[in-house]
């Protein structure tokens, strides 16, 4: 996503060179016509000339690399590469040059009735080369520089949008994570179970910590295996399902090639949360909540389906969502994607994104 | 004491059952695990005091704390995980709360408390409902019976409101609900949505199609329903001022 202020300083910049080009061109012509005025075999136009056919065929070469600055644009970081991408161009540079300028050259003098007379073609021909070579890494060299800079300008503020959204998701993660809410309702369950059923309470307080571990370990790195989050999920689900006794069934179709997938930390969780805010918390009546993963092609789909509940408009734009939205955005771009879609009588969450092998899978 | 609990999660109602439960002078008189059932509960069971849990589907207990009338609420405590917002408005207007997880000490504190409170003057809960009442909106919803059970409707729909002795006749298009509540504090829930037009009745502000004038300055109300009802001089003036006439 390229930014509006980057693109602005991307068109500044090719106004600094059209600029630098122009002024550079008008030089060109007042030094020649100076070098000839004291001759008295030159004509004032003759120079003039020159220059402005030469300039004519430049600037086309100039605005056909501006329009496909994209083609080198992706080299700016080797500048060898860079630079030979261009200069691959040169004899074809210099043969259209030598036509076109002498063609013009040759064309205005036979309108005025007159003869160009210029060295032997063998002799241009080493002599122009030479000369466009030098001219050509002249500009290039300008060109090189101005495009890096923008380039350096975009790239500084691409970083600093993606560290305030990281900053910002991080800080958003935590207090995901806890959820003040779904903390202090799971202390309470442990506390009323403590009454009745001492172990089950203990399994749960157990659970609830290694929940806590696992959320802040997550909270710690940003890319995780799809078993380890899944793992999270489960905990959690552990501790909904002992809440809400009876209120909720969980369905786990996890596909066993999908596990080792790759996946941003904490990214289901608010997930599976919202399933149950809004589907088991909102109604007695039992709810099914299946979750299931698979991979489909390079692709690693994930949905959670909640069998009983409505999409409404704060749904759609929960803080958890939305974090969740700006986060896939911000590590695949548009290639992955979450959408919310009313399915009979419940919501599925479905998340896709590229599939890739999670490398510390630990 | 005759005591309610309210609370959708299992392990948390069981929890202060055992608890009460040692208490000899406390009686418990149900337990609802939804906040419409618990406003049906309060009706018909009548008990002094209710722990109401905040979060629940359906009606939240704040929600149902908003439509109990003042004169005859039982004594609440309002019981909450988390809730900052809520929590605030307790504490500002010293009304009762359990924050979960809670001891049993704490819960001791909370049932002295509740025992001094019993007993005394009447709208004992004014407070509490009027905080419920501004934390929830209940100006757009009102709580109705409906044969056996409750419902909630739109305060929109309704066309009138008609005092009749102890209880009050909801008109809408579709039905006419009768409440046992008082059109005084019906007026205070609903807000200035409606407007007393004489001692026993008020009106929809939106569903008033014109005022005919009678001989010596009475006027009648025409709702668009084709009700015809009378406006005492008493109101008069606020409800042309409201009517902009």
């Known amino acids: 996503m390229q930014s509006v202020v980057a693109r602005q300083a991307g068109t500044k910049q090719e106004g600094a060179l059209f600029a630098m080009w122009a002024l550079f061109w008008l030089l060109m012509i007042a030094v020649a016509v100076e070098d000839n005025r004291g001759d008295p075999g030159v004509r004032w136009w003759e120079p003039v000339l020159w220059e402005v056919s030469s300039c004519t065929v430049a600037t086309f070469w100039l605005l056909l690399e501006r329009r496909n600055a994209s083609l080198w644009n992706e080299h700016l970081a080797q500048p060898w590469r860079w630079f030979a991408k261009h200069l691959v161009w040169m004899p074809v540079i210099v043969v259209t040059f030598i036509i076109a300028v002498y063609g013009i050259r040759h064309g205005v003098y036979a309108l005025s009735g007159e003869i160009y007379e210029h060295e032997s073609w063998p002799y241009l021909f080493f002599y122009e080369s030479i000369k466009l070579t030098l001219f050509a890494g002249l500009w290039l060299g300008i060109i090189f520089g101005l495009a890096s800079f923008t380039r350096w300008q975009q790239e500084r503020e691409h970083l600093l949008t993606l560290q305030k959204h990281?900053?910002?998701?991080?800080?958003?993660?935590?207090?995901?994570q806890l959820q003040p809410h779904f903390l202090f309702n799971a202390l309470n369950t442990i506390s009323s179970l403590m009454q009745v059923d001492v172990e089950r309470a203990d399994r749960l307080l157990t659970r609830l910590a290694d929940l806590l571990r696992s959320s802040l370990q997550a909270?710690?790195?940003?890319?995780?295996?799809?078993?380890?989050?899944?793992?999270?999920?489960?905990?959690?689900?552990?501790?909904?399902?002992?809440?809400?006794?009876?209120?909720?069934?969980?369905?786990?179709n996890i596909a066993d090639d999908a596990l080792d997938a790759e996946i941003p930390a904490m990214l289901l969780q608010p997930l599976l949360e919202n399933a149950f805010k809004h589907g088991v918390e909102r109604r007695l009546d039992p709810v099914t909540i299946r979750v299931a993963a698979e991979k489909q092609g390079d692709e690693l789909c994930v949905t959670v389906h909640n069998s009983d509940s409505l999409l409404t408009t704060t749904t759609s734009t929960g803080i958890g969502l939305r974090n969740c939205r700006d986060r896939l955005e911000l590590i695949y771009g548009a290639r992955a994607g979450l959408q919310l879609l009313q399915d009979g009588h419940g919501v599925i969450a479905r998340l896709t994104l590229p599939c890739r092998k999670a490398t510390c899978a630990s | 004491m005759r005591i309610l609990i309210v609370d959708d999660e299992a392990p948390a109602r069981d929890k202060v059952r055992r608890w009460l439960a040692a208490q000899a002078d406390i009686s418990l008189v149900g337990e609802c695990a939804d906040g419409l059932e618990a406003a049906a509960s309060i009706a018909s069971l009548q008990p002094d005091a209710v722990f109401l849990d905040i979060q629940m589907p359906g009606m939240s207990g704040l929600e149902v704390a908003a439509q109990l009338e003042p004169a005859h609420a039982p004594l609440l405590v309002?019981?909450?995980?988390?809730d900052e917002h809520a929590i605030k408005a307790f504490d500002l207007n010293a009304i009762d709360y359990l924050l979960k997880p809670f001891d049993k000490e704490r819960l001791n504190k909370t049932l002295e408390r509740l025992r001094e409170r019993c007993g005394g003057a009447s709208a004992k809960s004014a407070s509490a409902i009027r905080v419920a009442r501004a934390q929830t909106g209940s100006s757009e919803r009102l709580l109705v019976p409906q044969?056996?059970?409750?419902q909630i409707i739109d305060a929109s729909s309704i066309h009138w409101l008609e005092a009749d002795d102890n209880y009050v006749h909801v008109h809408t298009a579709q039905a006419r609900y009768m409440l046992r509540r008082t059109l005084s504090d019906l007026l205070i829930q609903l807000g200035s949505r409606f407007?007393?037009?004489?001692?026993?009745?008020?009106?929809?502000?939106?569903?008033?199609?014109?005022l005919a004038p009678l001989f010596k300055g009475d006027h009648e109300v025409h709702l668009r329903s084709g009700a015809v009802l009378r406006l005492s001089r008493r109101y008069k003036d606020e409800l042309f001022a409201q009517m902009g006439t």
């Open chain 1, 166 to 176: 990281l900053a910002e998701s991080q800080l958003a993660q935590l207090k995901a």
């Open chain 1, 219 to 252: 909270s710690a790195r940003d890319m995780t295996s799809l078993g380890e989050e899944l793992k999270l999920l489960e905990m959690y689900a552990q501790i909904m399902q002992e809440r809400f006794t009876g209120r909720v069934t969980l369905v786990w």
């Open chain 2, 78 to 82: 309002f019981v909450t995980a988390y």
């Open chain 2, 147 to 150: 044969g056996e059970t409750l």
């Open chain 2, 195 to 210: 407007m007393r037009i004489h001692k026993s009745a008020a009106v929809n502000i939106a569903e008033v199609k014109l």
